[in-house]
């Protein structure tokens, strides 16, 4: 049977499939645009009520002095102090989650039996299901208290269940590290048990004098930038934990093998090989958690207490805080456009750094997973 | 024709009983609860009417009255000057209608040993210049400041009736969101101090005498216990005499309404206007 006239096409209904293609096309297209124009709009909006803070009251009230009185009159809007707030809560909570959340997701990837990670992963992904009005509720009826009461002898409990393995387990993979395989075996053997039992007893006095430490403490106000980062760090755990171990697994079972061929001990093959090669995967899953603790909202203004100031020590997270995005929800009933519209341009203004902020860090993220692509590559 | 006027008319009348027979309410936490009890009254004895009252705070209340988004916005406070500028140029008329009369008791926790304080002492606390307890007469203890958020009501009067204009709240103070939050971090916190409205106060925290007095029903109505206010409905314009609107303010001074008031924890407003 002759198929040519099917194949070939006149010259009208070549037209037409072209037109109908760009259509289709044309479509699509614009159906993508509009995540992105969204994202073009939001910034648009923002700015446009943000701007006429700063031409009002200028920059360098807002992002150096921490006088934040919007009540009184005339009212200050020095937001140092909640930049700050935002900022130590943030860092405190990806301080206190990054080592064990990476850990995890090592032990799951690489330690751990399969059929214990096809448990353990999606019960740590749970976590992130949990609405954060829940976790804000938990911090204030629950943890507040508890901080409060028995805050030093709980502080040094946490310490102790959570510095006592990490800091075992990372003796024993620094001394298999540091012994050289170049030795005679009975002298490897004896350099790595001594090397052990060093980094052992170091680590048994740095978690004995802190937990002493953190048992003396005091809590006078359990809401205060500690409880805050606590719950923040639970909430951004699972996208570490997640986000890092899918890196880790997708580092490959050659690479791992390669590395046991080669003679490399268990330790040497995570840390020498493996890490290095999931290293931008665990960054990006650490600003993904970044992110997420400095956008979350609910938490933060139940937990952190609200009040603008930069404690002192600046590191001291025993005192209450506040942060931009507890501001934001806060405030905004308050300020309106017809009563009074400093108060709410300022915090559009916040809205707009949150937004600029968050936005390095996404770029910041692809730039790190683009230059670890070329660099595996043998760019 | 005649069929089609009764239509139209029908339609009209429906229209009108609707507009009638619809009462939304907005505005401050405090009033929230007064107003809502009402609106339970009354939808029990008229029903066919519907009334939704909303809680976000004063301001909120006072943007939603000017906005045209309320019939009834609640205040815990008065107008402030920007919104009853803000009102006049919107053409918008505001009438204050006192619905009952509140007090803001100092709370702290139980095992406080300070029974009263002055109103100079709680103001030198909340600006920071006293912050411990041993100061007034209480056990070495710091203080734990604890305010209400600047968007309620409650804040506003606090600040206008024991802190003033000039003086500005200690930067480590904490702000709560509702008065409900203030009594629970003040339950929860030894060395805590925090103010909430009358009804909010029960025996889980201790009520400070101010100046001598103990705020309780006598004393705000005779006017000796210094942090109390009126608590207000606000209308665009005076509602028409039988109008819904109307009856519904009627209420806070019928012998029902002031039981409610009572019943909820404030002091109601007389019988006579």
Known sequence: MNTGEHIILSAGEKTRRRIFGLVGRSFLFAVTSVAALAVLAIIFFIARDALPFFHEKGVAAFFFSKAWYPAQSPPQFGAAAIFAGSLLVTAAAVVLVVPPGVCAALCMSDILPFNVRQVLKPVIEMLAAIPSVAYGFFALVVLAPLLQNAGGRVLSVAWWVLALPMLALGSVVAADLLSSQRLSETSYRLVRGLLTFLFLALSLVLIVQTGNRLGALQISSGVNALNAAIILGVMALPTIVSVSEDALQAAGRELREGSYALGATRAETLVKVVVPAAISGIFSAILLGVMRALGETMVVWMASGNAAQIPKPWYNLLQPVRTLTATIAGDMGEADQMTGSAHYHVLFAMGLSLLIFSFFCNLAGEWIVARQRKRLRGG | ?273
């Open chain 2, 1 to 273: 024709m005649r069929k089609l006027l009764l239509v139209a008319g029908l339609v009209g009348g429906c229209a009108m009983a609707q507009a009638q027979d619809k009462l939304v309410l907005d505005g401050s936490t405090t009033v929230g609860p007064i107003a809502k009890a009402f609106a339970e009254y009354t939808m029990r004895q008229s029903p066919g009417v519907n009334i939704t009252v909303s809680e976000s705070g004063s301001g909120n209340g006072a943007k939603a009255l000017l906005n045209g988004t309320c019939d009834i916005a609640n205040l815990s406070r008065h107008l402030k000057d920007t919104e009853r500028k803000a009102m006049e140029e919107k053409g918008v008329k505001p009438v204050s209608h006192v619905v009952a009369y509140d007090a803001l008791p100092v709370i702290v926790h139980p095992s406080n040993k300070v029974k009263g304080l002055t109103i100079e002492q709680i103001r030198d606390i909340y600006t920071g210049k006293i912050t411990n307890w041993k100061d007034v007469g209480g056990l070495d203890q710091s203080i734990v400041v604890i305010s209400r958020d600047t968007n309620s009501g409650t804040f506003e009067t606090f600040k206008e009736l024991v802190l003033g204009k000039e003086a500005k709240i200690c930067e480590g103070a904490e702000y709560a969101g509702s008065n409900g939050a203030v009594r629970q971090r003040v339950q929860m916190t030894n060395g805590a101090i925090g103010y909430a409205g009358l009804g909010f106060v029960d025996h889980s925290v201790k009520a400070l005498e101010i100046n001598g007095i103990a705020p309780c029903t006598t004393t705000v109505v005779d006017k000796t216990y210094p942090i109390s206010r009126e608590l207000f409905m606000f209308t665009n314009g005076e509602p028409k005499a039988d109008s819904l609107v109307a009856k519904f303010i009627a209420i806070s001074r019928t012998e029902k309404g002031r039981e409610i008031v009572e019943e909820i924890g404030f002091v109601p407003v007389s019988e006579k206007k």
